[in-house]
């Protein structure tokens, strides 16, 4: 069954402005307690932590508002939502709990 709204975390930037440590290819852990474990990861170029306990609640509280929006709507056959039909809009956050969904970089599926 398909879900309305999924929340994938893809890549791992640091949140230090002086660092530009990214890697795209660098997934967090999935699920609450998998990220709760990834709080204080420090960044392998400056040490910073690439999860803060903000942006860890932050999460916690995006993952909420998908399962209200998923729980209301209801299982959807998976051809209900062809790729075609998808759009990933990407979230940006930088450490202090503030998450910036970023419209203007939304890519819709082909
Ligand atoms: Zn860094």
Do not use: W
């Not at 929006?69 to 940006?92: C, F, Y």
Request: proline residues 7%; charged residues 20%; glycine residues 10%.
């Amino acid at each position: 069954m398909a879900k309305a709204i999924e929340i994938k975390s893809k890549g791992v930037m640091c949140d230090n402005p002086a660092c530009d440590f990214l890697d795209p290819n660098m997934d967090m852990p999935s699920g609450v307690e998998g990220l709760r474990a990834f709080i204080g990861t420090p960044c392998p170029k400056c040490g910073a932590s690439l999860l803060t306990k903000e942006d860890f609640d932050s999460m916690v509280f995006m993952f909420g508002l998908a399962q209200i929006v998923n729980d209301t709507i209801g299982s959807l056959p998976e051809d209900a939502l062809p790729e075609s039909e998808r759009m990933t809009i990407p979230v940006i956050m930088d450490g202090t709990g503030s998450v910036v969904i970023n419209l203007s970089g939304a890519t819709k599926h082909e």
